[in-house]
């Protein structure tokens, strides 16, 4: 009868690991199912990518609870995030106005994309295939791009107007779609120039984005392209350098007239309201940032440990003079300071940025030493590059724009952030991790 019993309770556990191994399979098809859902979607839609996200997300922890695989789980950035959130709720604990500024602390929550994906992306075929299904969805959205100034061109008469059309996809703004086609094309060319398996598709891909990404007429990711292409030139051939100029001029060359245009503005903006309107210039971008700039260092000076709080400036900016009285350029209308360390020290002041800037200091530290480590590997020398060359371009766009507060633009930041750590090398021992 023990012998019975024994073989029934055997039996029991049998087919008890068999139903949590097909459940187990089931969690695992459905977070791949959401890694490429929030990936082919990041281009289109906020709303299926924070629902791919989120649900992502809670399969990967109710996994991870039922495995009981807490220790395998790697967090690494985990401090730099920890201390810039604990920054963030000392600035809203103090802020201008705690009510209105607290609802700003649930886009912390965007950080969780960065260690969802590198915890369930765990093979570097899943890892390259999600890699390729965010070029092929940028891609798309491309074409979409060139289809609505196709559009615009055919339905508009006026050529200043159609000179002033700005690509913007699916999305709410053109800023934060070629905020996207910036971090995908640097690193779709990092995937052609040092990856040993490059696909002629793909150069027909970084093509069509870069195209679109001239249509949006936005200066800011056009230059944070240029500081992506020339760490990827210093990594690949430095002596390349010189025939950089030569490349962009080409491009200018090949730029429809509206880029033209907008290029040449550049040379012709002025610096503050009163020197655009001694010159009567029409180009008044830069002296609208500068005005929010220094509007920015004078709330900075007065919250200078912990800040205002997020959104603060919506409601103290009237107890600032505001040199640049036209409604388009002030700072009742604008509100942002156009410049995401400027806005991280207005929000949270010195203990907010300096965690800020400890994440992206951290984040290269950690690049440099998995480099090292798998210096002899060069499968994994794109997505190295890829994502740092990446992360530069979206800190140097983000000079000239609020891009971190920017959730669409963030969330496939973090995404490109967690390839590098994710793929096969997660099991090994060869961590570029302390």
């Known amino acids: 009868m023990t012998s019975g019993i024994t073989s029934w309770f055997i039996a029991l556990l049998k087919q008890t690991r068999i139903a949590m191994e097909r459940n187990f399979y089931i969690i695992d098809k459905m977070l791949v199912f959401t890694l490429f859902l929030f990936t082919a979607s990041s281009m289109f839609s906020i709303s299926i990518s924070q629902i791919s996200a989120g649900l992502g997300g809670f399969l990967w922890l109710l996994r991870a609870y039922l495995t009981n695989t807490w220790k395998e789980q790697r967090w690494p950035l ?76 055919e339905a508009l008469s006026l050529i200043k107007t159609i000179l002033a059309f700005r690509v913007e996809g699916t999305l709410s703004s053109y800023m934060t779609f070629a905020g996207l086609l910036m971090m995908v094309e640097i690193l779709a060319l990092a995937y052609v120039i040092f990856g040993q398996s490059a696909q002629k598709l793909i150069w027909i891909s970084t093509g069509i984005i870069l195209y679109c990404l001239l249509l949006t007429h936005t200066r800011q990711a056009w230059f944070g392209f240029f500081v992506g292409i020339i760490f990827l030139t210093f990594c690949w051939r430095k002596k390349f350098f010189l025939f950089i100029p030569f490349i962009f001029m080409a491009i200018f060359l090949l730029s429809p007239d509206p880029v033209k245009k907008r290029v040449l503005e550049t040379t012709t903006q002025c610096l503050t309201y009163q020197e655009c309107q001694a010159n009567k210039s029409a180009h008044w ?57 400027i806005q991280i020290a207005v929000d949270t002041g010195i203990l907010g940025a300096a965690a800020w800037l400890g994440i992206w200091a951290s984040f290269f530290r950690f690049l440099y030493h998995k480099a090292i ?48 750590f994710a793929g096969t090398q997660n099991t090994s021992e060869a961590v570029a991790e302390t």
């Open 78 to 153: 985990g401090i730099p995030f920890a201390l810039f959130c604990l920054a963030s709720f000392i600035a809203v604990a103090n802020a201008y106005d705690v009510s209105y500024s607290y609802s700003s602390l649930k886009k912390l929550l965007e950080f969780l994309i960065f260690f969802w994906v590198l915890n369930c992306v765990r093979e570097n075929n899943l890892r390259n295939s999600l890699s390729l299904t965010l070029i092929a969805s940028a891609t798309i959205a491309s074409l979409f791009g060139f289809y609505q100034f196709w559009q615009a061109s």
């Open 285 to 341: 971008e830069l002296a609208m940032r500068t005005n929010l700039w220094q509007f920015g260092w004078k709330v900075f000076k007065d919250y200078p440990v912990t800040g205002c709080g997020f959104r603060c400036v919506d409601l103290i900016h009237n107890q600032y003079v505001d040199p640049y009285p036209h409604e388009h350029g002030s700072v009742r209308h604008l509100r942002g300071m156009h410049n995401s360390f």
């Open 373 to 420: 480590i798998l210096e002899k590997n060069a499968d994994e020398r794109w997505v190295i590059l890829g994502s740092a060359a990446a992360v530069l371009a979206f800190l140097a766009a983000g000079l000239f724009e609020t891009n971190f507060y920017d959730s669409e633009v963030a969330m496939l930041l973090y995404f490109i952030m967690a390839l590098p």
